[in-house]
């Protein structure tokens, strides 16, 4: 999920174009204002924690762009895309890591195991929302010879 400081400092295209660079497949992708409710839902695990309070009123001030990508792996790929959670702990080439300072505003959400990532799937999407389509020129991005 692109967070508000990368829809307002205009990095969505960029930051997308990493995603199908990489040849992972888009699956569902939108763009909303969170509602606080759906926030604590996603941040359950922080509850308590002193930047939760800080967090949620941060991503709900602007819209974001929640996006499903699919592929081999894909847990595990957009988070080595996405970078560390602290942008000055994340090598150059990451997303954090090129365009990021700051913890809070680290600019994207990526799910941290398969169990997350279909858990935040169905908290932020409806089943119909998931796009199933065949990409021509996916035996020369995920298939070995
Ligand atoms: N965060 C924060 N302060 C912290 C740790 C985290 O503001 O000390 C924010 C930051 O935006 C981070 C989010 O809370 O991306 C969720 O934290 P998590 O540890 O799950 O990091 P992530 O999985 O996003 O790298």
Redesign the pocket.
Known sequence: MI?PDGVQRGLVGKIIARFEEKGLKLEALKFLRPSECLLHQH?A??QG???FE??VK?IQSGPVVPMVWQGPDAVKIARTL?G??NPSQSPPGTIRGDMAVQ????LI??S?SVTSAEREIDLWFDNKELIGWDRDGDKWVLESA
């Open positions: 967070k941040y695990e922080h924690k002193s930047f800080p967090l941060y996405i560390s959670t913890t809070q505003k680290n959400h990526g941290d």
